[in-house]
């Protein structure tokens, strides 16, 4: 745990599903095909999106991200952070473009839809990221902080630990005053499709 409270850089969580799930781990074999990223908001998230949107340059690889709003958010496109509002739109023009590049909003009321949403994921992905940290009076997460078991992983990663996901996880944490992927725009991918 010191890692994530004393790197000087951003670190992240694994949770190899591979060889629980009698394959082999997606860090030994190539044939993870399809990734996402859960974005809720927040430093962690942006980088999470950041480091999506930069696996999204191989070729043979499907990148979803799927964003939980709150239905009274659904008219505000205000965002209060510039660099989130710019990253998810960079992201949104790339699914308009880019077929594999995929963009699915969840609008969801509290913390039980978000749970609901979450857990009809089922097997379609063999690698989800997720940020460590997000702001716990979001109306997304409400009533999840109450039952955390790994407070490490965050509230989604803490999630996405249970038996009943088969997918493996990548918890994102972006460390106080490191330079982020999402601020240094090394996450942009080019408008034009890779053909083979």
Same mark, same amino acid.
């Given at each position: ?11 992240? +969580?694994?949770? *190899?599903?591979? /060889? #629980?799930?009698?394959?082999? &781990?997606? %860090? ?78 969840? +609008?969801?009321? *509290?913390?039980? /839809? #978000?749970?609901?949403?979450? &857990?009809? %994921? ?75």
């Amino acid at each position: 745990l010191n890692v994530l409270e004393a790197a000087p850089c951003s670190v992240a +969580i694994f949770i *190899d599903r591979g /060889e #629980t799930e009698g394959r082999r &781990s997606v %860090l030994m074999t190539n044939t993870w095909h399809n990734v996402a990223v859960l974005f809720i908001g927040g430093k962690d998230d942006k980088e999470a999106l950041a480091l999506c949107m930069r696996m999204a340059e191989k070729p043979d690889l499907n990148v979803t991200m799927i964003h939980f709003r709150h239905k009274s958010s659904l008219h505000d496109e205000d965002y209060s952070d510039m660099c989130e509002y710019n990253l998810v739109s960079d992201f949104k023009s790339h699914a308009a473009n880019k077929a594999k590049v995929h963009y699915v909003e969840e +609008i969801v009321r *509290d913390g039980v /839809e #978000t749970t609901q949403a979450i &857990s009809s %994921l089922g097997d379609a992905y063999d690698m989800v990221l997720v940020g460590r940290d997000h702001d716990l009076e979001s109306a997304v997460l409400y009533g999840l902080t109450d039952w955390s078991e790994c407070p490490e992983l965050g509230v989604i990663g803490d999630m996405l630990t249970s038996p009943d996901f088969h997918f493996s996880v990548l918890v994102v944490h972006q460390q106080q005053g490191d330079e982020s992927l999402a601020m240094d725009d090394s996450y942009k991918l080019p408008m034009v499709e890779h053909h083979q």
